[in-house]
């Protein structure tokens, strides 16, 4: 975890194209630190890469910072293969680009203390972190008081907690389940060590039946694997992640280490027809390494500790959701409704996002003023092709507030689609003022001009564009050099 986020150093550098799009990306250093270029079609884009994600035991990741903008790169170095392919979710990906603005929940289990700025999607204060790697706290909660008194009880101690506020310290980072709730007016950033998860958010999961066929691993599921394993079923919960690994040291012989780790509970229960009995390398055997379905050229070790290597199938299509663990009685309806509709939008499951609305209709009866609910609502009926009525509801939502930049985005959209171009045009207006690196705001704008036959716009708005992207435009090729 100390390792987890941090400003670039000796990196490897390379160049390879994407066979998919035809682009040639290129990475090399000079006196100004790391570069990654990216060269399609003639025109030439230099990145200066800001900071790096990971420790690169699987992969190190990239984000560039564009103005007060943090973006991801496309591509990853993989360290199992020793050289860079296209970062997990951009291999297909026809126009790879970095544009994939790095929001403030992701960087949460990626850096010690991020700064972002309020009420925008991927804004950041300069510098962008006060801690860049994870750091004490995260596990252990606010150091202040310990530091005023350091004896024992003055700081958490994750182990001698209750089993949901123990869980959640991992939980926060180590389960992304199928959907991520908040409940009303909180914040991820809100959790503290020491306390359930579901004060904050509610986790919630795929409930599928036991014999159905396992699915390929994913990368923040180690929580959930390990939950179905026989060894924590029949543990009556006593095996938690602390019970493997030690958080403050890395094994230096991790056989050994976690065979130890295994035989604390399995000793003398080995026969000699066991391969390699007491000293067998259990974790090889029994939590094999695997691709992981969204973590690209990487492998991962399976949590699900199976007696023997199970062979892996098609699940079927995502159904019933469940929460982790239940969040207060007063929110579960609601919690529950967001929970749908967010798996509906993120897996573009139609009849995901249909059992949302309808359940969040029941719920809008006792939450009519909640901007999740409301935005929720006017998004699904969005994608139904119902433009007005999702227009009217994003409006209500700004009128709830806060007035951001994604707020008007969503309203011109809805506007647009509904062949009001005047309400779309002056949402989308309002929106690139907030946030010129808005990208999908200008988008839709740069339509709304044409529609309008404004030429002229079209040409003043790529011009804030690029003023706002500064050195990092594109540029054209004759003029580019390393």
């Known amino acids: 975890m100390a390792h987890s986020l941090r400003r670039p150093g000796k990196e490897p550098e390379g160049s390879f194209e994407h066979a998919a799009s035809g682009t040639e990306f290129t990475i090399y250093s000079n006196q100004d630190g790391l570069w990654q270029r990216m060269e399609r079609d003639g025109t030439i884009s230099d990145y ?11 992969a190190s990741g990239y984000l560039v910072r564009i103005g007060d903008h943090l973006f991801q790169s496309p591509i990853c170095f993989y360290t199992r293969l020793g050289r860079y392919d296209m970062a997990p979710g951009s291999e297909e990906t026809r126009d790879p680009d970095f544009v994939r603005a790095v929001t403030l929940e992701c960087l949460l289990c990626h850096s010690g203390q991020p700064l972002p700025i309020e009420d925008t999607l991927n ?15 995260r596990c252990h909660g606010d150091p202040a008081r310990h530091l005023q008194r350091p004896l024992p009880g003055s700081i958490v101690n994750p182990a001698k907690l209750p089993l949901a506020a123990r869980n959640s ?9 199928v959907a991520r709730v908040l409940n009303p007016s909180r914040r991820f950033q809100d959790f503290r060590p020491g306390e359930p998860l579901e004060q904050v958010f509610t986790i919630y999961t795929a409930a599928l039946p036991p014999d159905t066929p396992r699915e390929a691993l994913k990368v923040i599921s180690q ?3 390990l939950a179905l394993s026989l060894c924590a079923r029949q543990s009556k919960a006593r095996l938690w992640c602390g019970t493997c690994h030690d958080p403050h040291a890395s094994a230096k012989q991790p056989s050994e280490y976690y065979r130890a780790r295994c035989l604390g509970c399995h000793q003398g229960k080995l026969s000699d027809s066991h391969p390699g009995g007491a000293k067998g390398d259990c974790v090889s055997c029994h939590m094999a390494k695997q691709n992981a379905k969204d973590g690209g050229h990487s492998v991962f070790t399976d949590h699900r500790i199976s007696r023997r290597p199970a062979p892996e199938g098609q699940p079927p299509e995502l159904g019933e959701l469940a929460a982790w663990r239940e969040p207060p009685s007063a929110l579960r309806g609601r919690n529950l409704a967001l929970a749908y509709a967010q798996a509906g939008f993120e897996n573009d499951s139609a009849s995901q996002i249909v059992r ?3 359940m969040l209709l029941e719920v809008q009866r006792s939450f009519p003023n909640d901007p999740a609910v409301v935005n929720a609502l006017a998004q699904a009926l969005l994608d139904a092709r119902q433009p007005l009525e999702a227009a009217q509801l994003f409006e209500r939502a700004l009128q709830l507030g806060p007035d951001t930049a994604t707020a008007e985005g969503n309203a011109g959209r809805a506007w647009m689609q509904a062949g009001q171009i005047g309400k779309a045009r002056d949402h989308l207006e309002r929106a690139v003022k907030l946030d010129p690196l808005l990208l999908s705001a ?12 404004d030429t002229g716009r079209v040409g003043e708005l790529g011009q804030r564009v690029r003023d706002a992207l500064g050195p990092s435009a594109p540029q054209d090729a004759s003029s580019a050099g390393p």
């Open 48 to 58: 200066h890469v800001d900071y790096v994600v990971g420790s690169g035991s699987h």
């Open 123 to 137: 804004e950041y204060r300069s510098p962008a972190f006060a801690r860049e790697s994870i750091s004490c706290d």
């Open 169 to 177: 310290v991992c939980e926060q980072c180590h389960l992304k389940g």
């Open 223 to 225: 929580s959930e694997q």
């Open 356 to 358: 949302g609305y309808h």
């Open 442 to 453: 200008a988008v839709a704008l740069v339509q709304v001009y044409r529609q309008e036959g």
